[in-house]
Protein backbone atom coordinates (compact mmCIF):
# COMPACT_ATOMS: atom_id res chain seq x y z
CA UNK A 1 0.00 0.00 0.00
CA UNK A 2 0.96 3.40 -0.76
CA UNK A 3 0.62 7.13 1.06
CA UNK A 4 -2.44 7.66 -1.37
CA UNK A 5 -3.76 4.65 -0.87
CA UNK A 6 -3.72 4.71 2.50
CA UNK A 7 -5.39 8.39 2.86
CA UNK A 8 -8.18 6.61 0.91
CA UNK A 9 -8.73 3.52 3.38
CA UNK A 10 -8.18 5.89 6.15
CA UNK A 11 -10.70 8.86 4.88
CA UNK A 12 -13.30 6.08 3.94
CA UNK A 13 -13.80 4.69 7.69
CA UNK A 14 -13.19 8.24 9.30
CA UNK A 15 -17.17 8.41 9.46
CA UNK A 16 -18.59 5.80 12.97
CA UNK A 17 -21.31 4.36 10.26
CA UNK A 18 -18.48 3.24 8.27
CA UNK A 19 -16.46 1.74 10.84
CA UNK A 20 -19.20 -0.31 11.70
CA UNK A 21 -19.30 -1.43 8.32
CA UNK A 22 -16.58 -2.38 8.52
CA UNK A 23 -16.48 -4.30 11.65
CA UNK A 24 -19.54 -6.15 10.92
CA UNK A 25 -18.00 -6.96 7.26
CA UNK A 26 -15.52 -8.19 9.08
CA UNK A 27 -17.13 -10.50 11.52
CA UNK A 28 -19.15 -11.94 8.12
CA UNK A 29 -15.82 -13.16 6.75
CA UNK A 30 -16.01 -14.41 3.06
CA UNK A 31 -19.80 -15.02 3.33
CA UNK A 32 -20.39 -11.34 2.85
CA UNK A 33 -23.76 -9.51 3.40
CA UNK A 34 -26.40 -7.75 1.91
CA UNK A 35 -26.89 -3.93 1.61
CA UNK A 36 -29.86 -4.62 4.12
CA UNK A 37 -28.35 -7.22 6.03
CA UNK A 38 -25.86 -4.72 7.05
CA UNK A 39 -28.32 -2.07 7.62
CA UNK A 40 -30.43 -4.05 10.03
CA UNK A 41 -27.22 -4.55 12.23
CA UNK A 42 -25.66 -1.07 12.00
CA UNK A 43 -28.54 1.17 12.49
CA UNK A 44 -28.84 2.71 9.04
CA UNK A 45 -31.78 2.58 6.15
CA UNK A 46 -30.13 0.23 3.10
CA UNK A 47 -30.21 3.22 0.88
CA UNK A 48 -27.84 5.14 3.24
CA UNK A 49 -25.66 1.87 3.84
CA UNK A 50 -25.25 2.07 0.10
CA UNK A 51 -23.98 5.05 -0.19
CA UNK A 52 -21.42 4.11 2.52
CA UNK A 53 -20.86 0.93 0.85
CA UNK A 54 -19.90 2.43 -2.48
CA UNK A 55 -17.19 4.86 -0.61
CA UNK A 56 -15.66 1.97 0.70
CA UNK A 57 -15.82 0.27 -2.26
CA UNK A 58 -13.87 3.55 -4.20
CA UNK A 59 -11.33 3.13 -1.22
CA UNK A 60 -10.97 -0.45 -1.84
CA UNK A 61 -11.90 -1.46 1.43
CA UNK A 62 -14.89 -3.58 0.07
CA UNK A 63 -15.82 -5.78 -2.99
CA UNK A 64 -19.30 -7.05 -3.97
CA UNK A 65 -20.62 -9.52 -6.32
CA UNK A 66 -23.92 -9.36 -7.81
CA UNK A 67 -26.51 -12.17 -7.98
CA UNK A 68 -29.60 -11.02 -9.94
CA UNK A 69 -31.02 -8.36 -7.89
CA UNK A 70 -28.81 -9.02 -4.97
CA UNK A 71 -25.63 -7.65 -4.10
CA UNK A 72 -23.25 -8.99 -1.32
CA UNK A 73 -20.51 -7.24 0.05
CA UNK A 74 -17.46 -8.94 1.81
CA UNK A 75 -14.20 -6.87 3.01
CA UNK A 76 -11.14 -6.87 0.98
CA UNK A 77 -9.18 -8.28 3.68
CA UNK A 78 -5.72 -8.56 1.59
CA UNK A 79 -6.75 -3.96 1.74
CA UNK A 80 -7.40 -3.82 4.83
CA UNK A 81 -4.31 -6.02 5.82
CA UNK A 82 -2.02 -3.84 3.65
CA UNK A 83 -3.43 -1.04 5.57
CA UNK A 84 -2.29 -2.04 9.08
CA UNK A 85 1.41 -3.29 7.53
CA UNK A 86 1.34 0.27 5.85
CA UNK A 87 0.74 1.70 9.40
CA UNK A 88 3.05 -0.12 11.27
CA UNK A 89 5.69 -0.75 8.69
CA UNK A 90 5.52 2.72 7.27
CA UNK A 91 4.40 5.35 9.55
CA UNK A 92 5.67 3.64 12.69
CA UNK A 93 8.79 2.06 10.74
CA UNK A 94 8.41 -1.21 12.89
CA UNK A 95 8.96 0.45 16.33
CA UNK A 96 9.08 -2.32 19.26
CA UNK A 97 6.77 -0.71 21.16
CA UNK A 98 4.00 0.14 18.57
CA UNK A 99 4.40 -3.16 17.90
CA UNK A 100 4.14 -4.89 21.10
CA UNK A 101 0.57 -2.86 21.73
CA UNK A 102 -1.22 -4.60 19.37
CA UNK A 103 -0.40 -7.92 21.35
CA UNK A 104 -3.94 -8.78 23.17
CA UNK A 105 -3.65 -7.87 26.65
CA UNK A 106 -0.53 -5.56 26.00
CA UNK A 107 -1.99 -3.07 28.23
CA UNK A 108 -1.47 0.14 25.91
Keep these: MNETGALAAFASISSAMRLRILKRLVEAGSDGLTAGEIAETVGATPSR ?53 CLPGSGC
Design 49 to 101: TSFHLSNMSDAGLVTSTRHARQITYRIDFATVGALMRYILEDCCKNNATVRAC
